[in-house]
């Protein structure tokens, strides 16, 4: 079974700074099938990033997503107010299984 | 519009039974899996199963293989997650999700989370 573990767990920053969050997988993966999720509190998580580095529909160009292998990053160009939150990669296997990481949580410095 | 819509909180004691909802509508139900994830109180995202309710293929976590049970009434396009005996451990939110194969199975829908209490 594929860990994925993500890194920092906490990431303390200022609006109008760049975020960077790792994931690494404890073998290496597809990287068509790694995914991030951005979920604020008393809410639902909400899909960011497709296929490592594709945005889904609506979300803003400030995240960007790049990887390969084992090594995947989420990067936020210049932190919102609103972009505070947990986030979390995610991996889908051929067997229809999917594995979260632990999340990073990215908060105000 | 495409959409997930949960059963509501649940209070439940050690050792009953539960079964909650996620009714699914604006898509072809029976054509997307729809999966289930726990979050625990103050931690992360937990995947737990899936199910295709066009032909009920189930696959668990193995972590949750065996402690719940993942079944879908496609006539009501409806998914279900059940538990034949609670313990205070199951107390979570529990959410619900629909993979898009257009996005390489990201979970672009998600139900608004159901609340499980679990105290004597």
């Known amino acids: 079974e594929i860990v994925l573990t993500q890194s920092p767990g906490t990431l303390s920053l200022s609006p109008g700074e760049r975020a960077t969050l790792s994931c690494r997988a404890s073998?290496?993966?597809?990287?068509?099938?790694l995914a991030w999720y951005q979920q604020k509190p008393g809410q639902a998580p909400r899909l960011l990033i497709y296929g490592a580095s594709s945005r889904a529909t609506g979300i803003p160009d400030r995240f960007g997503g790049s990887g390969s292998g084992t090594d995947f990053t989420l990067t936020i160009s210049r932190l919102e107010p609103e972009d505070f939150a947990v986030f979390y990669c995610q991996l889908y296997d051929s067997s229809h299984k999917w594995t979260f990481g632990q999340g990073t949580k990215v908060e105000i410095k | 519009e495409v959409k997930l819509v949960q059963s509501g909180a649940e209070v439940k004691k050690p050792g009953e039974p539960l079964k909650i909802s996620c009714k699914g509508s604006g898509y072809s139900f029976t054509n997307y899996w729809i999966g289930w994830v726990r979050q625990m109180p103050g931690k992360g995202l937990e995947w737990m199963g899936i199910i295709y309710p066009g032909d009920s293929d189930t696959r668990y976590s193995p972590s949750f293989q065996g402690q719940v049970t993942i079944s879908a009434d496609k006539s009501i396009s409806t998914a279900y997650l059940q538990w034949s005996s609670l313990k205070a451990s199951d107390t979570a939110m529990y959410y619900c999700?629909?993979?898009?194969?257009?996005?390489?199975?990201?979970?672009?829908?998600w139900g608004q989370g159901t609340t499980v209490t679990v105290s004597s």
């Open positions: 073998q290496s993966v597809s990287s068509s099938y």
């Open positions: 999700a629909r993979p898009e194969s257009g996005y390489y199975y990201g979970m672009d829908v």
